[in-house]
């Protein structure tokens, strides 16, 4: 069974940062890509990042939503189980629930990193909050 635990979320001051954490456990975690959403109350998940898995084709790719590009890296420690979002430069319109995903098939592409469908597995979630 997939298990996914995302942490790190917090309250933060305007121009702020954070680095959420999500742990996976149950997958090989080489072989899959993963993914950042995000949900603000009253509005759909939207993706933030994605970064594909170590294979030659697709080492380490990562994409991001244009609203963080700039702002949020993402990246991946194969020893720790553990993909990070670090995230700065924060404004109020980054609230929301930040939710991890996984997709077995290991990689991102520009075009496909921001479909939900994608992603198999889904994690509870993380509350990031940004006071003005």
């Known amino acids: 069974e997939v298990q996914i635990v995302e942490s790190g979320g917090d309250l933060v001051q305007a121009g702020g940062s954070l680095r959420l954490s999500c742990t996976v456990s149950?997958?090989?975690?080489?072989?899959?890509?993963v993914g950042w959403f995000r949900q603000a109350p009253g509005k759909g998940r939207e993706a933030v990042a994605c970064?594909?898995?170590?294979?030659?084709?697709?080492?380490?790719?990562?994409y991001y939503a244009h609203s963080v590009t700039g702002r949020f890296s993402i990246s991946r420690d194969t020893a720790e189980n553990t993909v990070y979002l670090r995230m700065g430069w924060l404004t109020p319109g980054d609230t929301a629930t930040y939710y991890c995903?996984?997709?077995?098939?290991?990689?991102?592409?520009?075009?496909?990193?921001?479909?939900?469908?994608?992603?198999?597995?889904w994690g509870q979630g993380t509350q990031v909050t940004v006071s003005s």
């Open positions: 995903a996984v997709d077995a098939a290991g990689y991102c592409t520009a075009t496909n990193f921001e479909l939900l469908s994608k992603y198999e597995h």
């Open positions: 149950g997958v090989s975690f080489e072989d899959i890509a």
């Open positions: 970064i594909s898995d170590s294979d030659t084709r697709t080492y380490l790719a990562s």
